[in-house]
């Protein structure tokens, strides 16, 4: 089981700056990937960032690619999310996930949630 701890959301601003963290513990040697996802009212869940854990390889979502970073602390099993120029559209619960290698995300985060306000 690889458990997931999540932080760093709350209320800012439009073009204001947040920084999400992932905490993840247990058995993560499995992990191919982390990603954050987003689930906004109303709307499915769609993937926002992904990392790679072995190669640091990134993706990011058409609406996010030169606002938001993903970033990932070996040492620590952690991944962060820096949002900056943050939009109302962004106003969403944020999940971490971990993808193993058969490419299934099998564990989750509680979410968090972020608010944009215009």
């Known amino acids: 089981q690889v458990q997931l701890v999540e932080s760093g959301g709350g209320l800012v601003q439009a073009g204001g700056s947040l920084r999400l963290s992932c905490a993840a513990s247990?058995?993560?040697?499995?992990?191919?990937?982390m990603a954050w996802f987003r689930q906004a009212p109303g709307k499915e869940r769609g993937l926002v960032a992904s990392?790679?854990?072995?190669?640091?390889?990134?993706y990011y979502a058409y609406g996010v690619r030169g606002r938001f970073t993903i970033s990932r602390d070996d040492a620590k099993n952690t991944v962060h999310l820096q949002m900056n120029s943050l939009k109302p559209e962004d106003t969403a619960v944020y999940y971490c996930?971990?993808?193993?290698?058969?490419?299934?995300?099998?564990?989750w985060g509680q979410g968090t949630q972020v608010t944009v306000s215009s």
């Open positions: 996930a971990v993808q193993e290698p058969s490419g299934l995300y099998n564990y």
């Open positions: 990392i790679t854990w072995s190669t640091g390889s990134t």
């Open positions: 247990g058995r993560t040697s499995r992990t191919y990937a």
